[in-house]
């Protein structure tokens, strides 16, 4: 699976956007960019994925760079809810495990 | 909408004895996971499960885990005598495929005191 690099913490203002960077620069073709965040001990939350085009949900919006050797997670107006650990995972297609790195501390201030 | 529930939220066992955690998977997924993160660590792949076998573990994943699906609804994970450095947090999921195009949804967890 290819590895993702993140930065280890961030910090964003209140009803601001909160855009975090990733990037896998070994994707193949196939392999898909996943978002998850994990606030405080609980259990992994999913967010967003997506494979070669931006993608947007309720939660987040997801930019992926056309040569696919990175991403840029967005929440597009953070609250304090948002501060959690953010992680960047890319999935291969034919695989079953989501390899979670270090990802990145998101912490959201008034 | 629908979560994974697991059960307990908070074990305590003596080293040595056996521990079984439970999960319930959201009902129409066919794919299980288990991971778990010791404390200030990462979350790390312990085994997947699909059509009633194991499908990928990891290194973690030894003789001394196995897990089971004994009926339609529960997945568990055994732990089969039970070391302090098993203390730690695990996370069951569940997927409606397999991983790629099919996010993982993860329940909250049991946390594992082994004393």
């Known amino acids: 699976d290819a590895k993702t690099t993140q930065p280890p913490s961030m910090d964003c203002a209140e009803g601001r956007a909160a855009n975090l960077p990733c990037n896998h620069s070994?994707?193949?073709?196939?392999?898909?960019v996943y978002w998850y965040r994990q606030i405080h001990s609980q259990g992994p939350q999913y967010i967003i994925h997506?494979?070669?085009n931006n993608e947007t949900n309720e939660m987040a919006s997801l930019i992926i760079t056309e040569d696919r050797k990175s991403s840029t997670l967005i929440l597009p107006h953070a609250t304090l809810r948002d501060t959690a650990v953010y992680y960047c995972?890319?999935?291969?297609?034919?695989?079953?495990?989501?390899?979670f790195g270090k990802g990145t501390s998101l912490l959201v201030t008034p | 909408e629908p979560e994974v529930t697991q059960t307990p939220s908070h074990q305590v066992t003596q080293m040595g004895q056996e521990v079984i955690l439970r999960c319930v998977p959201i009902?129409?997924?066919?794919?299980f996971y288990w991971y778990r993160q010791i404390l200030g660590q990462k979350v790390e792949f312990l085994v997947s499960?699909?059509?009633?076998?194991?499908?990928?573990k990891s290194e973690i994943f030894d003789d001394q885990f196995s897990v089971e699906r004994p009926d339609g609804s529960n997945f568990t994970l055994k732990i089969r005598s039970t070391k302090l450095e098993d203390s730690a947090m695990y996370f069951c999921?569940?997927?409606?495929?397999?991983?790629?195009?099919?996010?993982?949804?993860f329940g909250n967890g049991t946390r594992l005191t082994v004393t």
């Open positions: 999921a569940s997927s409606p495929d397999r991983m790629g195009n099919s996010p993982l949804h």
């Open positions: 070994t994707t193949s073709g196939n392999e898909y």
């Open positions: 997506g494979l070669k």
């Open positions: 995972i890319v999935s291969s297609h034919s695989g079953y495990a989501l390899n």
């Open positions: 009902s129409n997924h066919l794919y």
């Open positions: 499960f699909y059509n009633n076998e194991i499908s990928e």
